[in-house]
């Protein structure tokens, strides 16, 4: 950068005199060369129009990043995509889906599906999820988990 500006002080040459048309050269400090190319380059846009340019299109992107996952996802649900679906056909709320995910996730079931099929499977995993609960906490979860039963599998 220092050669850059040496050469370009030796460059900067100005007319002087008046008659005999002699050349002098004139030294010009980095800064008045650098003011002056910013002159040069100026633009009339306002920051706030550029501001709503850069807005747009981070909004642009993000809309377009959402849709490609959603498309993704629908194309080919993992699954906890696929449990909460047929849970929510079911009928259970999302409390209760969170309650069978947990309960899932407690017994290290690769998914909570698992817990939709059968009714063994699931008074069986459920009795190990509140085994290490106190009474009060046993007994909602209970009552609770009745509830998923009678509208999973009815009475």
């Known amino acids: 950068m220092l050669h850059f500006a040496n050469t370009l002080t030796l460059l900067l040459a100005q007319t002087q005199g008046d008659g ?3 050349k002098a050269l004139t030294t010009v400090s980095p800064s008045d060369v650098s003011r002056e190319v910013n002159k040069g380059i100026q633009h009339d846009m306002p ?3 550029l501001m709503v340019g850069i807005g747009a299109t981070l909004t642009a992107i993000v809309v377009i990043s959402l849709r490609r996952r959603w498309i993704r996802r629908h194309e080919n649900p993992g699954p906890l995509t696929l449990f ?3 849970a929510r056909k079911a009928g259970l709320s999302w409390q209760d889906r969170y309650i069978l995910w947990r309960i899932a996730r407690a017994n290290d079931l690769p ?6 099929l059968a009714r063994g499977a699931l008074r069986h995993y459920a009795q190990q999820y509140t085994r290490h609960r106190s009474i009060t906490a ?3 979860l209970d009552a609770r988990l009745a509830r998923i039963e009678a509208d999973l599998f009815g009475h």
């Open 47 to 49: 920051w706030e129009l």
């Open 84 to 86: 909460s679906a047929i």
């Open 111 to 116: 998914t909570p599906i698992a817990l939709l």
């Open 20 to 22: 005999d048309k002699q």
């Open 138 to 140: 046993r007994a909602r």
